[in-house]
């Protein structure tokens, strides 16, 4: 028992101080972070979540070289079996968790091929892992149990004034633009243009070309032959809350402030928290101790933007506007300052069921929601499309209208092993039968979708259909697809001064907004 303890405590130690706080100090950089305190609040909160996997990985690691120990050697043989599992574990899934067909290389087609060159990569991480562990242990052995102890003190201490002075280094805590929820009105010239912008979140050319060229979305195809259409460049290793924030606002990350879907925050934090860093373990971990009320997550909202999106901007300078959804920045739902505006927020639908007596923070006006609410029971796209539809055929067309989905994006994830069952293991027939058609059907429910609006646009409107990223197939996910590297997403646009037959190149999700103001 002496040997297990040892070793839970060795690797208490081990992933608190060498990775959580080296791990703690990336994230006070990267989030900006302006507070001492909080620095150090996070420095604590990150000792303690990688000193615990440590512990466990070591204490596992110990208990697995008992049986193949003398008593005399147990201890040394646990500490090289901890220090080589968590930095296996470690390193072999922040490179190759994720790792996309299309990332991978020499560019494998099918699951057999993907799985050679996952092996390929695994071999020389693995042994610089052991490399690196076996040098540790020597280091650790050459201590005496004073030293090790006084080892600890050096460099917890160190941590401590490291942290302390962060603010210093870190940027101060402001990002570029201050948040700002009023702004004066803008005053612009009425091009006499109305604009409807859809927003199908992970749409991809890659599933829609092949569909429109067997006739399927005859919809899509009209908009590419009437208009303008092409690839959309995304942001290079960023999720949709990054990337959306930025179609909206116009603003890279940094500016806007939105780094992640949501802020982890430690108690006693006087900041919203942290965004966490990809493929650290900060969102995993937190979320095992979350129920403990060690950790919280802060899901981003419209106040976690640093500048308002264009229906704000649009609502300021006096136009009507209609908003069926906008991700995370449509919450809470704004009072419109025109008498024709509508809007309808991010995560009405789980209203449909429980209405709350807030019901203001979800549409506006408020008694708006009797009319959607049985839409609601629905899925997304669904209650969506169906709301617009029905607004814009029973109040006056809005000068500006956002309408956002998620499907697109949620069933690509999930089901693109039976899209493409070449590309993964365990893809069977039954499942394939079953599951394969659910990616092409929201392609198909949104080329009807799009038909019947258009038919409610009208000549003046400019209809401009985006997504923020497309898929790339990975069988080494807890979901099918990834996209942080992935492919870019879509762009069509049709109606007004929009050129006819062209195919564009070099379009980027920033170029969205400035557009979408120009032709209002």
């Known amino acids: 028992m002496r040997a297990l303890r040892d070793a839970c405590l060795g690797g208490f130690l081990y992933g608190a101080l060498l990775y959580g706080a080296v791990l703690s100090l990336v994230h006070v950089v990267h989030n900006h972070l302006g507070s001492a305190r909080d620095a150090l609040i996070a420095y604590a909160g990150f000792l303690l979540l990688y000193g615990l996997w440590g512990a466990a990985f070591f204490a596992l690691a110990g208990l697995a070289a008992m049986p193949f120990s003398r008593p005399e050697t147990q201890g040394r043989r646990g500490l090289w079996l901890g220090l080589l599992a968590f930095n296996l574990f470690f390193w072999e899934v922040f490179f190759l968790y994720g790792l996309t067909y299309d990332q991978a290389p020499l560019h494998p087609t099918g699951r057999w091929g993907m799985a050679g060159v996952l092996a390929l990569l695994a071999l020389p991480i693995a042994f610089g892992v052991a490399l690196g562990s076996w040098l540790l242990f020597r280091f650790f052995a050459a201590l005496r149990s004073d030293g090790m102890g006084l080892a600890a003190i050096a460099l917890f201490v160190i941590g401590i004034a490291v942290h302390a002075a962060a603010p210093l280094y870190a940027g101060g805590g402001e990002p570029p633009v201050k948040p700002k929820v009023d702004a004066p009105a803008i005053p612009v010239m009425d091009t006499g243009l109305k604009v409807i912008f859809v927003g199908f979140d992970g749409a991809d050319w890659r599933v829609a070309r092949p569909m429109m060229a067997r006739g399927e979305l005859p919809t899509f195809s009209r908009i590419v032959r009437d208009g303008t ?292």
């Open 229 to 520: 259409s092409g690839p959309l460049e995304s942001i290079h290793d960023s999720n949709s809350a990054v990337i959306w924030a930025s179609i909206y606002t116009g603003m890279t990350p940094e500016r806007h402030g939105v780094l992640d879907f949501y802020q982890i925050a430690f108690p006693g934090m006087a900041s919203k928290g942290l965004y966490p860093v990809h493929r650290t373990y900060f969102k995993e971990l937190s979320d095992l101790v979350a129920p403990l009320g060690l950790a919280s997550q802060i899901p981003v909202n419209r106040f976690s933007l640093a500048a308002p999106p264009f229906w704000e901007i649009a609502d300021r300078a006096g136009l009507s506007t209609g908003v069926v959804d906008g991700y995370f920045y449509s919450f809470p739902a704004p009072r419109p300052s025109n008498r024709e505006s509508w809007f309808l927020s991010y995560g009405l639908d789980e209203m449909a069921e429980r209405p709350s007596p807030q019901v203001a923070l979800f549409v506006q006006p408020p008694s708006l929601f009797r009319e959607m609410r049985d839409f609601l029971k629905d899925g997304d796209f669904n209650w969506q499309s169906a709301a617009l539809l029905k607004l814009l055929a029973e109040r006056p067309h809005p000068k500006l209208v956002n309408f956002y989905t998620h499907q697109p994006d949620s069933d690509q994830h999930w089901f693109w092993k039976w899209y493409e069952p070449e590309r993964f293991f365990g893809a069977k027939a039954k499942d394939v039968a079953a599951k394969g058609g659910i990616i092409p059907g929201i392609y198909l429910g949104s080329d009807g979708f799009l038909a019947r609006l258009l038919a409610a646009a009208g000549p003046d409107t400019v209809v401009i259909i985006a997504s923020d990223h497309g898929h790339s197939p990975t069988i080494v996910h807890s979901l099918y697809t990834q996209h942080r590297r992935g492919p870019p997403g879509i762009l069509l646009m049709r109606g007004g001064p929009v050129r006819r037959g062209l195919e564009i190149q070099g379009a980027s999700v920033f170029d969205l907004y400035p557009t979408v103001l120009y032709l209002l």
